[in-house]
């Protein structure tokens, strides 16, 4: 959708303009809020599963590496997830 203030090109899902603000009324900032608080828990969920791959798989040498490495990953990973899982629901419930 485009945005009613500056006319920048946003996507359907965003709460808000990325270029200058404008509420756009994807999600409303309810939703957005459990939207976001979803993203942390499975970024936490996320980081926790990646410190556990780690001691599972990583050589033992690397293993505060890969710690570092799996967790931000899982975070990265989780942050996703749990936008993709807190926009499909919002999505499902206003249609
Ligand atoms: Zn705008």
Same mark, same amino acid.
């Given at each position: ?40 828990? =499975? &970024?936490?969920? *996320?980081?926790?599963? %990646? !410190?556990? +791959? ?10 505060? $590496?890969?710690?570092?490495? =799996? &967790?931000?990953? *899982?975070?990265?990973? %989780? !942050?996703? +997830? ?10 499902? $419930?206003?249609?």
């Amino acid at each position: 959708m485009k945005c009613s203030k500056c006319s920048a090109l946003c996507a359907d899902a965003d709460a808000a303009c990325y270029a200058c603000g404008q509420p756009l009324g994807g999600l409303t900032s309810r939703a957005a809020q459990s939207t976001y608080r979803l993203a942390g828990v =499975f &970024a936490l969920l *996320g980081s926790g599963a %990646g !410190v556990f +791959l780690a001691e599972a798989y990583a050589k033992r040498e690397y293993i505060e $590496g890969a710690r570092i490495l =799996f &967790a931000a990953v *899982g975070i990265v990973v %989780g !942050v996703t +997830l749990g936008f993709v899982v807190g926009w499909l629901t919002h999505r499902k $419930g206003e249609a």
